[in-house]
């Protein structure tokens, strides 16, 4: 009889063990669990703007340089006047850095309607020219000057003018005789040439652009 009751005592308290054990566990499942902060969010690195390429920059300024063959009362060698245009536009371009374009027949009449038509380019119009004591003798080769006049773009108002001559030093119309003639036509072509550059450099100043001899 005793061991009856003692194993029923000690069911009894293992039922109220495990109903106890029961009742803890549920309540600390019941229990709020506390929120936890969520983490600073990593900031993401801005990528760095891609720089356009880089693009050469070009003078705007520009010059259409050209000369004038219709001369009805002399009549000079085609080389005079081609050496003149190539000579006058090359020392332009070199010394404002600018975009030059000759042309070999150039009335004054289309040069200023060219003038008229550009934004930022200058049209230089050349002419060879001359005097002679007898109006009705042909300038002599060794007498051709250079003349010179310069439009401005847009409203083509003459933004300078002159003259250059072939002797050395091209300050007046006073010719240095070369040897074996002044009419050599090798010689000429060479005076002509520097009086041309001198055209060009006059040019250049009366603009205020630097020149580049």
Not at 113 to 121: D, E, I, L
């Amino acid at each position: 009889m005793n061991s009856q009751i003692k194993v029923v005592t000690s069911l009894l308290f293992l039922f109220i063990a495990l109903c106890a054990f029961s009742m803890t566990a549920h309540t600390q499942s019941g229990r709020r669990q506390p929120k936890t902060q969520p983490s600073a969010p990593v900031p993401t690195p801005t990528p760095e703007p891609t720089p356009p390429p880089k693009q050469e920059t070009q003078s705007e300024l520009s010059f259409i340089v050209g000369i004038d063959r219709s001369d009805m009362y002399n009549y000079f060698p085609m080389s005079y006047y081609t050496i003149v245009v190539q000579a006058c536009g090359a020392t332009i371009s070199r010394g404002a850095d600018a975009k030059v374009t000759t042309s070999d027949h150039l009335s004054r009449g289309d040069a200023v309607k060219a003038a008229k038509a550009q934004k930022t380019g200058y049209v230089v119009w050349l002419r060879l020219a001359g005097l002679t004591l007898d109006p009705s003798q042909q300038v002599r080769d060794s007498q051709i000057e250079i003349e010179y006049v310069v439009f401005a773009p847009g409203t083509a108002k003459i933004a300078t003018t002159g003259r250059t001559y072939q002797n050395a030093n091209r300050k007046g119309p006073v010719v240095v005789q070369p040897p074996g003639g002044s009419n050599s036509t090798i010689y000429v072509e060479r005076m002509l040439q520097r009086a041309a550059e001198e055209a060009g450099d006059r040019i250049l100043k009366a603009l205020h652009l630097n020149s580049g001899r």
